[in-house]
């Protein structure tokens, strides 16, 4: 049963509702004024108050006060001789589970402690079935986020409300060390100074664990790993000032899996976007994804003012080679064209098969100048490469270069392609083997070779 404090100046209805109280099977502790009732309060636990409304200095209404500001888990009920509705409604308003009239019948005392401890019962499955659904609800929309820095956010932020940790710094592995996901809470110099410690600690941990002798004024750091089945995918670190609550453990772990599991999700959506993104010939990027990444750039230069440019290249002749060694070779042809491109740019550069015998290059940084040298390269390290030698033919082949800057040659990506597509036609009608710089009096091109805005 429950533990009641008793709060009343006369001795004799100390007893009576003592007894009463007892006889139900509560402990009782029974006190005869305010300073007694809160040295009691504080020196104990209890699950309910029964104070009478009038006591010597002070009066009942002080008695709920400090117990609801100070244990607002305690339900108090009141007791009092004054048969009036307004101290009723103070009561009630101010936090009173019950008001009781004097003289107060057994039953009624009775009645009245465990409607309010039911009461109380009820609140407290509330609060904790609210937590619930509020950290499912934190769950799913974790497991759901397929943006890399919205992921962290949302998983810092969830992290720091329900576990109440001072600091979060999430850690992740990408095929790699472990490195710094996201945080909350934290200077950004302490992140960094904790980084390769973290890594370091936690490289290959698959079960929660404590740490020490970190940097940083946390009085307690504890470890949650972020795992999917057998593949351990980051870890969580939780920092906190002071004692941990109780269910941190439970909430971190609910919380961890479903990092765990948007990182796998994650993954599997990029494979599935590079797949659409990817020509499945030569496996360099396809239009789509040129278009996308066109968008792209020409924001990015517009809010910084940093050039890039395009390079639109077509094979000479390559006709003749499908026409007298098939297909088969023709394609053949076409992949390791890709991968000599690749060779000619920086890690950073986006090649593209555009279609057909057709690849565009987008040299990100790169104004016309550095362009016309890149495009140079790309010309003479085709004209001097043997393709296929494995298929005992060794072909020779040669390209036509086209070279458009943003935003020197045009302001948006529909005219910047057709400013290179048409500077590379004028090499095709030309001698081939060469490299063009856009300009403006370039001839228009034919109706087939139209390029998509």
Not at 47 to 54: E, F, G, H, P, Y
Not at 314 to 327: E, I, Q, S
Request: charged residues 25%; contains cysteine; negative net charge.
């Amino acid at each position: 049963m429950a533990q009641i404090l008793l709060v009343d100046d006369e001795k004799m209805a100390r007893t009576l509702y003592g007894d009463y109280l007892r006889a139900a099977g509560h402990t009782v502790v029974a006190v005869g004024s305010f300073e007694e009732f809160r040295e009691a309060l504080n020196a104990d636990t209890y699950d309910a108050v029964v104070t009478d409304l009038i006591l010597p200095g002070t009066d009942g209404m002080e008695v709920l006060r400090y117990s609801k500001e100070r244990y607002p888990g305690v339900e108090v009920v009141v007791i009092t001789g004054l048969d009036k509705v307004d101290p009723a409604v103070r009561a009630i308003k101010s936090g009173a589970a019950e008001y009781l009239v004097k003289p107060v019948a057994p039953e009624a005392l009775e009645h009245a402690v465990r409607r309010a401890l039911t009461t109380r019962d009820l609140l407290r499955e509330n609060a904790s079935l609210r937590q619930y659904v509020s950290l499912l609800e934190m769950g799913q929309r974790i497991a759901t986020t397929l943006d890399r820095e919205r992921l962290a956010l949302a998983v810092a932020s969830a992290l720091e409300a329900q576990t109440q940790a001072q600091g979060v710094l999430l850690l992740l592995r990408e095929g790699g060390p472990l490195k710094v996901h996201g945080h909350n809470g934290m200077a950004p110099e302490l992140v960094t100074e904790l980084e390769p410690i973290l890594c370091s600690q936690l490289q290959g941990i698959r079960t929660p664990r404590s740490l020490d002798s970190l940097p940083g004024d946390f009085e307690h750091v504890i470890a949650f790993p972020a795992s999917d089945a057998d593949l351990s995918l980051g870890q969580i670190v939780l920092f906190f000032s002071r004692p941990p609550p109780e269910n941190v453990p439970e909430v971190a772990g609910f919380l961890s899996r479903h990092y765990a599991m948007a990182l796998r999700n994650m993954g599997r959506f990029s494979e599935v976007e590079d797949l659409a993104y990817m020509d499945d010939l030569t496996h360099l990027y396809n239009m789509r994804y040129l278009h996308l990444v066109l968008d792209r750039e020409v924001k990015a230069s517009q809010q910084t003012d940093i050039p890039f440019s395009l390079l639109f290249m077509d094979l000479d002749h390559f006709k003749a080679v499908n026409d007298t060694h098939g297909h088969l070779v023709g394609s053949r042809l076409l992949v390791e064209v890709g991968r000599v491109l690749k060779g000619c740019v920086r890690e950073r550069d986006v090649v593209v098969r555009y279609g057909g015998d057709e690849y565009v290059v987008l040299l990100r940084n790169t104004d016309s100048g550095g362009a016309l040298k890149v495009a140079e390269r790309i010309r003479r390290t085709m004209e001097n490469h043997h393709f296929i030698p494995r298929e005992g033919i060794s072909l020779s082949l040669t390209t036509c270069v086209g070279v458009a800057s943003f935003p020197e040659h045009a302001r948006d990506k529909g005219a910047l392609l057709d400013m290179a597509d048409r500077a590379m036609y004028r090499g095709k009608r030309g001698t081939r083997n060469v490299v063009y710089m856009a300009a403006l009096d370039q001839e228009a091109l034919p109706a087939e070779r139209k390029v998509a805005g």
